[in-house]
C-alpha cells in the first residue's frame, strides 16, 4: 500500500543549528513532492515545491533534496530561528495529470527550536 | 491578499444534526479540495474538484458527506446526520496549474 513517513513526530534543536527533515515514500511514482508548514490552529503554508527531475531547491535558509531512487526527501532549515517552531508537512502528487495535484500528505514533524 | 475563506471557525452541534461548512477558494483558481484533519489520521483527503467538477470524492462516506460546488465562488461541503466520529477540522484548499495548494484556516467542528 501507499505510505509517506516522516521522520519522528517530533525533533528539537537549538537556534542557530541546521534542522533536518526526511519524509520517505513507498509505492508512489510522484511527479513532484511539496514542503508545507502548519501551525496551530491554522492551516498548512506552501513553503516549497520540487520535481522529479530536480535533485536540490533553495528558498532563503530552507533547501530541499529529492531522491527518486530511494524515494525521500529532505528538508534543511540553516540558522534556525525560535520562530521556526512547527509541523513540518510533506506532499506527494498521485502521478495524475492535468492541474493542482491531488496531493496526499504525510503526518508531520513537529520542529521546536529551542533559544 | 488573496486568501481561501472558511466558515464557519468552529462549529459544535449534537450527533443527528446537519453541518454544513463553506469555503470561498481564491480567485482564478480551479481546484478546490476538502480534507479532513485529526490526531489519529493527520490530513485525509475527502474530495476534489475541478472546474467546478467533481474528480474525486472516493475518501468522503458517501452516505453522510456531500460535497458541492454550486458556482466557481463556493464549495459546500455537508454531514447530514452528523457523528461523533466526525469531530475534527476540515480544511479547503484551492490551486491552479502551478502545483501548490492554497489553505483555508480551516473549520473545527465538535460533534457532541
Known amino acids: 500500500s501507499q505510505k509517506i513517513e516522516q521522520n519522528s513526530e517530533a525533533l528539537n534543536i537549538q537556534e542557530g543549528k541546521t534542522a533536518t527533515l526526511t519524509c520517505n515514500y513507498t509505492?508512489?511514482?510522484?511527479?513532484?513532492l511539496q514542503w508545507y508548514r502548519q501551525d496551530p490552529g491554522r492551516g498548512p503554508v506552501f513553503l516549497l515545491l520540487?520535481?522529479?527531475?530536480?535533485k536540490e531547491k533553495r528558498k532563503e535558509r530552507l533547501k530541499v533534496t529529492f531522491d527518486t531512487t530511494l524515494k525521500q526527501s529532505l528538508f534543511h532549515i540553516t540558522a534556525s530561528q525560535p520562530a521556526d517552531s512547527a509541523t513540518y508537512l510533506c506532499?506527494?502528487?498521485?502521478?495524475?495529470?492535468?492541474?493542482?495535484?491531488?496531493?496526499?500528505f504525510g503526518s508531520g514533524t513537529q520542529l521546536t527550536v529551542l533559544p | 491578499d488573496a486568501r481561501v475563506t472558511q466558515t464557519p471557525r468552529d462549529k459544535v452541534t449534537e450527533m443527528g444534526q446537519e453541518v454544513t461548512m463553506r469555503c470561498q477558494p481564491i480567485l482564478g483558481h480551479n481546484t478546490v479540495f476538502w480534507y479532513r484533519q485529526t490526531m489519529m489520521q493527520g490530513l485525509e483527503l475527502l474530495a476534489y474538484?475541478?472546474?467546478?467538477?467533481?474528480?474525486?470524492d472516493s475518501g468522503m462516506p458517501k452516505d453522510r458527506f456531500s460535497a458541492e460546488m454550486p458556482d466557481a465562488t463556493l464549495a459546500t461541503l455537508k454531514i447530514q446526520p452528523s457523528e461523533p466520529r466526525d469531530s475534527a477540522v476540515y480544511f479547503c484548499?484551492?490551486?491552479?496549474?502551478?502545483?501548490?495548494?492554497?489553505f483555508g484556516e480551516g473549520s473545527r467542528l465538535t460533534v457532541l
Open positions: 474538484f475541478r472546474n467546478r467538477a467533481p474528480l474525486d
Open positions: 520540487i520535481r522529479e527531475n530536480e
Open positions: 484548499a484551492s490551486g491552479r496549474n502551478t502545483g501548490e495548494l492554497f
Open positions: 509505492n508512489y511514482s510522484p511527479a513532484y
Open positions: 506532499a506527494l502528487d498521485k502521478g495524475s495529470s492535468g492541474s493542482a495535484r491531488q496531493l496526499t
